[in-house]
């Protein structure tokens, strides 16, 4: 707490009380939106919280807890949801199937314990809680006690661990997707990224007030901007790019078939390397034998060749298992271990060659760079030049070049 208040203070609470305002708008947002209720909801409640609880550090002096002693503490308690709460909407959104499961609940652990240890104070009346207060040495003390250190390392464990799910994401799409734009979650991971930084800057913050070092002492609070410029951020990210908030990734979907055991997006991704060729993958036992694999390779290998599915610019694994005719557990496996690629790189190659034959096509000499891509089957002139350039060492343009060199 501080004790004094003055013209910086001041100007801290300003922002810190319109971040709130901030966070109260855009929580309303959220709670209306009616795609992706479950992911936007529990992002709404995370909002909702971290505006209190950039109200009550705006007024974290002695002479507000005095006036409003009942307010006490419950800044010790706010955040203990708020790692449960970004892990749980960064698994909602990255999930197969974003609903509320029992194990959720779990997450709730650590409020409940918090709550449990406060509950004797906050039970207390107010005559009681301002004499603890009056003692002004005693009660700031305490805010750097136990409890509050284990909640920044609360706070760690749940980012990192959203963090993980977000890479497991970034590698099952490659499993199931040959065109990522719309289900990848850059914006995810740049929010969670940025509250990561955020929480360390306030760990850092944090010991350095309880070890008393000088300049931390008089600008301890101000490290509570980083947590409005993530609201700041997110708003500005609903207003703009609504979409992001309204949908799910929805991963193609398929039927367990007879001797097939599925998990997740139907295998075990061990290890997905996006800027190499092979991706090792470890199977659940599936029934696949090996000579009705090299027969599913074949008749792959042959409906690409004659049917060109890859000109499909959004084709995903499901659609292509549906026209092949081949189990998407079943397709997905010998894709992986047969060919030594993901789903995305696999649909990318075709497309890769057919913009090569394009491109040297004297026919197709007047075509821009983005409909020589969109012809191969790519979406996008940034996804092509990126794919291009990753399987043959040089952009398009370079290739054209090249070609024309008499060897």
């Not at 006490?72 to 609903?99: D, E, M, N, Q, R």
């Not at 194990?103 to 603890?132: E, R, S, T």
């Not at 084709?315 to 079943?330: D, N, T």
Request: net charge neutral; aromatic share 12%; proline share 4%.
């Amino acid at each position: 707490m501080i004790e004094k208040k003055g013209m910086a203070l001041v100007a801290l609470q300003v922002v810190l009380v319109a971040g709130a305002v901030q966070g109260l708008c855009l929580a309303t947002l959220l709670f209306t939106r009616r795609q992706n209720k479950l992911a936007n909801s529990i992002l709404g409640v995370l909002i909702l919280l971290l505006s209190f609880q950039s109200v009550l550090v705006a007024y974290d002096t002695r002479d507000f807890f005095m006036t409003f002693p009942h307010l006490s503490k419950v800044s010790w308690l706010l955040p203990s949801l708020f790692g449960p709460l970004i892990y749980l909407f960064t698994a909602k959104l990255t999930s197969v199937k974003p609903a509320w499961n029992k194990k959720d609940f779990l997450h709730l652990v650590p409020f409940i314990l918090c709550l449990l240890y406060l509950l004797p104070y906050f039970l207390q009346p107010a005559a009681a809680k301002i004499a603890y207060l009056d003692n002004f040495d005693k009660a700031s003390e305490d805010d750097f006690g136990v409890l509050n250190q284990l909640l920044n390392f609360l706070h760690l464990g749940y980012t990192c661990a959203a963090l993980v799910l977000i890479r497991k994401h970034e590698q099952n799409i490659l499993q199931s997707f040959s065109e990522l734009r719309k289900v990848r979650l850059h914006w995810l991971k740049q929010f969670v990224q940025l509250i990561f930084c955020v929480i360390l800057i306030g760990v850092f913050v944090f010991y350095a007030r309880k070890w008393n070092v000088p300049w931390v002492t008089e600008v301890y609070h101000f490290h509570y901007l980083g947590v409005i410029l993530c609201i700041y951020w997110i708003g500005y990210k609903a207003l703009s790019q609504p979409a992001i908030f309204n949908n799910t990734v929805s991963f193609p979907q398929t039927r367990e078939e007879p001797g097939a055991e599925i998990t997740g997006l139907d295998e075990t991704v061990e290890e997905a390397q996006t800027g190499e060729d092979t991706v090792a993958v470890k199977y659940q036992k599936s029934g696949l034998k090996d000579d009705a694999a090299e027969e599913y390779l074949d008749q792959l290998l042959v409906f690409m060749q004659e049917q060109k599915p890859y000109l499909q610019n959004e084709l995903s694994i499901q659609e292509l298992a549906e026209v092949v005719g081949i189990p998407k557990h079943h397709l997905s496996r010998v894709v992986n271990e047969r060919l030594g690629k993901n789903f995305y790189d696999f649909i990318n190659a075709y497309r890769v060659e057919e913009a090569k034959r394009l491109l040297l096509n004297p026919a197709f000499s007047h075509y821009t760079t983005l409909a020589i891509a969109l012809e191969a089957g790519f979406s996008s002139k940034a996804t092509f030049n990126a794919v291009f350039k990753k399987q043959t060492g040089l952009t398009p343009t370079a290739y054209v070049s090249k070609a024309k060199i008499p060897v």
